[in-house]
């Protein structure tokens, strides 16, 4: 069961206490995971259902999925890929994919924490920066429209002005203390998906605004016992304030509207939830990393 998560765990284990394989089955040592088995169910059946529904069946067509309680930063379920039979690649952790416009969530972060109002209004219009030209979805313009307006379309317009006022850099750093790990180049591309992230950081880096601004970090591992049941390791997961309420709020009520009347639709569940949907060029990459209260997962095809 979960073998991707397991895969994960042990790896982790062996770095923790450095054993090599032979070392970690000899062990005799009791790993308690923070795995809900019920929801690792739900979420394999979810993948396999809707690749089949979706026609994407060959096994270079994949996708993974990660959930976490934000809260406490315990992984909830894992699936690093479709079929673990055909590839133990795990997409979850070890993948780095351009995440597309989710990354304009760690713009307007950044821009609504530096005073700007959601009502703020900019002019959808062709723009060239140097020799880019960026283009939006539809490669066509749209007017005058408020921030709130272009994150719930996922303008790029929009957000390549935002980020512009900005600077990169305080999007970089933005992004990294709400928990991206790979390296960023602070460019403007970056607000577009022009840095690859991985699934694992970016649903837990979403936490942050799940979890009132609160960075957990996530982890798999609640305890492990060696071969006499003594207790030789306890996960105290670490907390640190990323995000102050206001920024939260005004940020959690913008990616709310990107699930009731926006690019998110089709991922309501019929109760309140906020998040943000992501497109690579040439749609190599499908994201959606969405949250309730009490958990925050993301899904990447």
Do not use: C
């Not at 394999?44 to 979706?54: F, G, H, P, R």
């Not at 749209?142 to 996922?154: C, E, K, V």
């Not at 304030?241 to 089709?266: F, H």
């Amino acid at each position: 069961k979960a073998p991707f998560f397991n895969r994960y765990v042990i790896e982790q284990v062996m770095k923790y206490f450095n054993l090599d394989e032979q070392s970690f089955w000899q062990s005799g040592l009791k790993i308690y995971t923070t795995l809900d088995l019920n929801g690792q169910m739900l979420a394999e059946n979810a993948v396999s259902k809707q690749s089949a529904a979706y026609g994407r069946n060959m096994l270079r067509q994949q996708a993974a999925l990660v959930s976490i309680d934000p809260r406490t930063g315990a992984i909830l379920a894992y699936v690093g890929g479709k079929n673990y039979q055909q590839s133990q690649f795990d997409r979850v952790s070890n993948a780095v994919r351009s995440p597309g416009s989710l990354f304009k969530i760690f713009t307007y972060t950044t821009a609504i924490d530096r005073g700007y109002e959601p009502n703020r209004v900019y002019l959808d219009e062709p723009v060239r920066i140097g020799s880019w030209q960026p283009q939006n979805y539809d490669k066509s313009h749209h007017g005058y429209m408020t921030i709130a307006r272009a994150l719930i379309t996922s303008n790029n317009i929009v957000a390549v002005k935002v980020i512009n006022e900005l600077g990169a850099d305080a999007v970089v750093h933005m992004a990294e203390q709400m928990g991206i790990h790979t390296p960023m180049e602070p460019y403007l591309g970056l607000t577009l998906g022009g840095s690859g992230v991985k699934l694992l950081d970016i649903t837990s880096a979403f936490g942050v605004l799940a979890n009132q601004g609160v960075r957990v970090e996530p982890y798999a591992i609640d305890k492990i016992t060696d071969d006499s049941g003594r207790e030789i390791y306890r996960e105290h997961p670490v907390k640190t304030n990323v995000l102050n309420r206001t920024t939260v709020d005004t940020m959690v009520k913008m990616m709310v509207g990107v699930i009731e009347r926006g690019t998110g639709r089709a991922a309501a569940i019929g109760r309140p939830m906020a998040g943000k949907t992501g497109t690579s060029d040439n749609y190599h990459d499908a994201w959606l990393v969405a949250f309730t209260p009490d958990v925050v997962t993301g899904v990447w095809v």
